[in-house]
């Protein structure tokens, strides 16, 4: 799987729309990217993933380059409960063998 | 709530003890991961099993063993246990056909073991 570079930390101001940038420059064709994000000790959540199309759902939209060596994870009102650290991965589908390598993440405060 | 269950919530042992962690995985998924998440270090993969075989392992100790049963349930078994064993443990599980429909590996709340 392809290696993500995340920054350590961002802040954003409550309401705000949060964008979180991920470069995975040696992501392979068949790679999707993921988004989880984890609330202090709680279980990882997936957020959304995509492969070459940007994708939206209900918690977050998901902006990928069109040389797919880049992606921004964006959290488009932000609230306090969305302060997490979140992770970007890289990964090929295989069919419920797929394995998530988790990289050190983004601690994202949301700042009141 | 994901739908995978974690048992002991929490757990508190000796060094030189055995723990058995165990999880229930969503209805219907065949994959279960354990994950573990020290203080001072981030999410490490310990293995995965697939319906009942081993698909793949990570950093996981020798002291360390993991099965899955005909029921899909798994158990991960700490032996010997060390004052650096002590963390956070989270099982995860997945579909066979989860990331084409959108759903994906799912994690539980974690198993938070404490060696004394």
């Known amino acids: 799987d392809a290696k993500t570079t995340q920054p350590p930390s961002m802040d954003c101001a409550e309401g705000r729309a949060a964008n979180l940038p991920c470069n995975h420059s040696?992501?392979?064709?068949?790679?999707?990217v993921y988004w989880y994000r984890q609330i202090h000790s709680q279980g990882p959540q997936y957020i959304i993933h995509?492969?070459?199309n940007n994708e939206t759902n209900e918690m977050a939209s998901l902006i990928i380059t069109e040389d797919r060596k880049s992606s921004t994870l964006i959290l488009p009102h932000a609230t306090l409960r969305d302060t997490a650290v979140y992770y970007c991965i890289a990964l090929i589908s295989n069919f419920g063998n797929e394995k998530l390598t988790f990289g050190t993440g983004t601690r994202l405060t949301i700042i009141p | 709530d994901s739908g995978v269950t974690q048992t002991p919530k929490h757990l508190i042992t000796a060094t030189g003890q055995r723990v058995t962690l165990r999880c229930s995985p969503r209805?219907?998924?065949?994959?279960v991961y354990w994950y573990q998440q020290s203080l001072d270090q981030g999410l490490q993969f310990l293995i995965q099993y697939y319906n009942g075989e081993e698909r793949a392992k990570g950093n996981i100790l020798e002291r360390f063993s993991a099965q899955q049963f005909p029921d899909l349930h798994s158990e991960l078994n700490l032996s010997s246990l060390e004052l650096g064993d002590s963390a956070l443990y989270f099982c995860a599980s997945s579909d066979p056909q989860g990331f084409f429909s959108g759903n994906t590996i799912y994690f539980g709340e974690g198993s938070w073991l404490t060696v004394v």
């Open positions: 040696t992501i392979s064709g068949n790679e999707y």
């Open positions: 995509g492969l070459k």
């Open positions: 209805s219907g998924d065949l994959s």
